[in-house]
């Protein structure tokens, strides 16, 4: 009964490191999404991928690539780390048919120094 | 464009007590709204969503909200707070599914609530 796993769960990098933050589903859905979250913001949307192969930049997409490399993964990448960007990540999914996140992983917690 | 508004960023309240989490939406096309959960170190969980239909929707754990179109809000209500209940709450809202996108949900900052013993 996973639902939506991410790992790491917590990552510190230096500016100018790159990395990937993983994310799994494991319910069949066809949509899933990449936000970040940053205190009295809310959340913004990075990336979204409504459908295996396809992908859609979001609000907040400088900075960062995403790969949906089948229907249950979806990965994102920061290529240069910058400080602006330490934040927590959440990967969400969604049914087809929905423009909203369903399930939720529980986060990233990522600092860059 | 469309934009959330949730007063009070922190709401205590005592258990037992009725818990009253507000927010007000602008939309230029009839919208979506939703309210999320989010538990200490834990992702969102969708808690309720209006679409059409019904202006009074139900969700999980005893929550509910009412569409007022002429408040533009969505308020969320439970009658009787629990201790687990504490969490932060998230509205948002998105235009109608015949305009919709992922990318145009809008969340609103969050309210942290908190029940007091």
């Known amino acids: 009964n996973a639902g939506v796993t991410q790992t790491p769960k917590f990552q510190v990098l230096k500016t100018g490191q790159s990395m990937t933050l993983q994310c799994a589903q494991d319910?069949?859905?066809?949509?899933m999404y990449w936000y970040r979250q940053d205190p009295g913001m809310g959340l913004r949307l990075i990336y979204y991928?409504?459908?295996?192969?396809?992908?859609d930049k979001g609000e907040v997409p400088n900075g960062y690539n995403v790969s949906r490399l089948n229907k249950r993964e979806f990965s994102l990448r920061l290529e240069s780390a910058a400080p602006s960007q330490t934040s927590v990540y959440f990967c969400?999914?969604?049914?087809?048919?929905?423009?909203?996140?369903?399930?939720f992983g529980d986060g990233t917690r990522l600092s860059i120094l | 464009a469309q934009s959330v508004t949730q007063l009070g960023s922190h709401v205590s309240v005592s258990e037992g007590a009725l818990v009253l989490l507000r927010c007000n939406y602008s939309?230029?096309?009839?919208?979506?709204l939703f309210w999320y959960v989010q538990y200490p170190n834990q992702g969102l969980q969708l808690l309720l969503k209006?679409?059409?239909?019904?202006?009074l929707v139900k969700g999980i754990n005893g929550f509910e909200a009412e569409f007022k179109k002429s408040e533009t809000s969505f308020h969320l209500t439970k009658p009787s707070a629990h201790m687990s209940d504490a969490a932060e709450y998230f509205c948002?809202?998105?235009?109608?599914?015949?305009?919709?996108?992922?990318?145009?949900?809008?969340f609103g900052s969050g309210t942290q609530l908190t029940v007091l013993p």
């Open positions: 969400a999914s969604s049914e087809a048919g929905t423009n909203q996140p369903q399930h």
């Open positions: 319910m069949n859905h066809n949509s």
């Open positions: 991928s409504a459908s295996e192969g396809t992908t």
């Open positions: 939309s230029s096309v009839p919208p979506y």
């Open positions: 209006y679409t059409t239909g019904a202006t």
């Open positions: 948002a809202v998105r235009p109608g599914e015949s305009s919709g996108s992922a990318r145009q949900l809008t």
